[in-house]
């Protein structure tokens, strides 16, 4: 009550001399009584740690004997005021560390933490982005440098999901669910064992889970039964944080794309959106990736026919082609997202009818999923480009590469790298040589050169 006292008398008057009274109040505080242990877990004595903390000269050492101590070891306020601290300090790896510990000894409320620790990452993307856009834009020309956008910041998708909150909320298919997820089974699970297991979903719908069908580092993707019917066969996206912007743009998809091209770029029934969970359910397609047909090629110690390859190529044009009409980027095109599309009716050898995708050629192809990355072109003020590397090893375009904005490349650099692997069966690798019909400008050529 005297600490309590003191410190409204301080930010009422502010006297040098008060200051040193406060800190020698709690200091004596601590002193008093940091060897009994009916305070070692006392939120009220936590609190006086974190202002005697943060008005020492040594704070390390203060954390350290904190340490030494216990003092609340298993409440998350310790390691979220700790980690806040330390940010402010500009010691972002140490305050990185003391979320990890606290999430690591299960402190409570654990929730509170993770999403803590969220907000906190949240604010290193675009700490992190930003020195990579002072970086990118003394290299770019002030023409084309007002409108530099790192669309994968999650600063940026968060701001554009809070702009179209209202209008998402009103998409067929959209479920807020404002808790956390309540099943039986909980989801996290399914990671270790997938088969045969029962989970309810939203208002009532019960899934029969038949195996994983693809796991990335944030989320993983099985193959369903609804209320265990062998007919009525989804994917399940199940997604940690939940992730509303892939439902997004599926929805709009469903308005830009045009009908007869509409079954190439996937569909999404619903989405789920926990607390802590988000549940994508989309069609299930059971003939594999493009990535497993090129598997298939390496295994049997050859290579794609050119002829398959040519299909697929001129299948993957256009896709691109229409989805640049639709002013949408995938932003993560590789063989793992070409989901392969069979015809239940052996395609016709008609010339017409493969061109305008008629008769059973309409259903043979590939369908391009998994649009967590997907960028809405109409979202950004004309002739935006954006910066940000997509990380994925193989897939990154010269622009990535050398630090340059970019656009449309990055669909495009990822579909030569699909047709690379269905001819070389590995990932394309490129030189720069000086062009012979401009000495001072530059081509790209791959590495590996045809047979003939």
């Known amino acids: 009550r005297s600490i309590q006292k003191a410190l409204l008398e301080l930010n009422s008057n502010g006297f040098a001399s008060d200051y040193d009274d406060f800190y020698g109040l709690i200091s004596n505080c601590i002193g008093s009584f ?22 020492h000269s040594d704070y390390e050492s203060v954390i350290k004997e904190m340490a030494e101590l216990q003092v609340c070891t298993q409440k998350a306020l310790l390691y979220e005021s700790i980690a806040s ?38 604010r290193m993307s675009e700490r992190v982005f930003n020195g990579a856009y002072r970086k990118i834009k003394t290299s770019v020309s002030t023409e084309n440098s007002s409108n530099l956008v790192n669309p994968w910041s999650p600063l940026t998708l968060k701001n554009l999901l809070l702009k179209m909150n209202t ?31 029962a989970v309810s979903i939203g208002s009532g719908e019960k899934y029969q889970i038949k195996g994983c069908a693809g796991q990335g580092g944030f989320a993983q993707v099985f193959k369903a039964l609804i209320n265990d019917n062998p007919d009525d066969v989804v994917a399940l996206k199940i997604q940690k944080p939940p992730f509303p912007w892939e439902f997004y743009i599926y929805r709009q998809l469903d308005v830009r794309i045009p009908e007869q091209e509409r079954r190439n770029f996937g569909f999404a029934h619903r989405v789920h959106l926990y607390t802590d969970y988000s549940v994508l359910v989309s069609d299930y397609l059971a003939h594999g990736t493009l990535q497993d047909a090129i598997n298939s090629n390496v295994v049997k110690g050859g290579s794609m026919e050119e002829v398959l390859c040519m299909y697929y190529t001129i299948e993957m044009l256009r896709i691109l082609e229409t989805l640049g009409d639709a002013g949408v980027i995938h932003g993560d095109f590789k063989p ?5 599309r069979y015809s239940r009716d052996d395609p016709t050898d008609d010339a017409t009818e493969f061109r305008l995708r008629s008769g059973p050629w309409q259903n043979q192809g590939l369908c391009l999923v998994d649009w967590g990355r997907g960028i809405d072109l109409s979202l950004f003020p004309e002739n935006t480009t954006f910066v ?16 340059k904005p970019w656009t449309f490349q990055i669909d495009l650099y990822g579909l030569c790298v699909v047709v690379h692997m269905m001819l070389h069966n590995s990932y394309m690798e490129i030189e720069r040589k000086p062009s012979p019909d401009d000495g001072t400008a530059y081509v790209y050529r791959p590495k590996s050169r045809l047979k003939r």
């Open 34 to 55: 940091k060897a009994n242990p009916q305070y070692r877990d006392d939120d009220r004595f936590l609190k006086i740690w974190l202002l005697y903390m943060d008005g």
């Open 85 to 122: 601290f330390l940010e402010v300090k500009g010691r972002f790896i140490d305050a990185c560390a003391m979320y990890n510990l606290g999430i690591s000894r299960n402190a409570q409320p654990l929730e509170r933490l993770k999403k803590a620790q969220v907000l906190f990452l949240e």
């Open 167 to 197: 209008e998402m909320s009103q998409y067929e298919g959209y479920h807020l669910i404002n808790k956390s997820y309540p099943g039986k089974v909980p989801l996290t699970s399914l990671l270790k064992s997938s088969r045969n297991k």
């Open 336 to 340: 793992d997202n070409l989901l392969i």
């Open 388 to 403: 940000g590397d997509s990380r994925t090893s193989g897939f990154r375009c010269i622009e990535m590469q050398e630090s």
